[in-house]
């Protein structure tokens, strides 16, 4: 409720999904799933602000705010 039908970031988010769903081809498991939605809810919170994910996953900092400040 209160999302606007055009949510840009949601449908990306949706659609990196999707593609992850394809790769796995229906072998995946809900732990799995899981694991890959936390990744990527950080790798979009890096691609937003900027942050190459790469680094951000490297310098082992859990807070990807901390990080960008250390820049």
């Not at 990744?39 to 082992?60: A, N, P, R």
Request: charged letters at 25%.
């Amino acid at each position: 409720d209160g999302v606007p039908w055009n949510n840009n970031n949601a449908e990306s988010a949706i659609k990196a999904f999707a593609k992850y769903r394809r790769a796995a081809d229906g072998t995946f498991t809900e732990n799995g799933i899981k694991q890959y939605l936390i990744l990527l809810s950080v790798y979009q919170t890096c691609h937003y602000k900027g942050i190459d994910f790469l680094k951000f996953m490297l310098s082992k900092e859990t807070d990807v705010d901390r990080f960008y400040n250390q820049r």
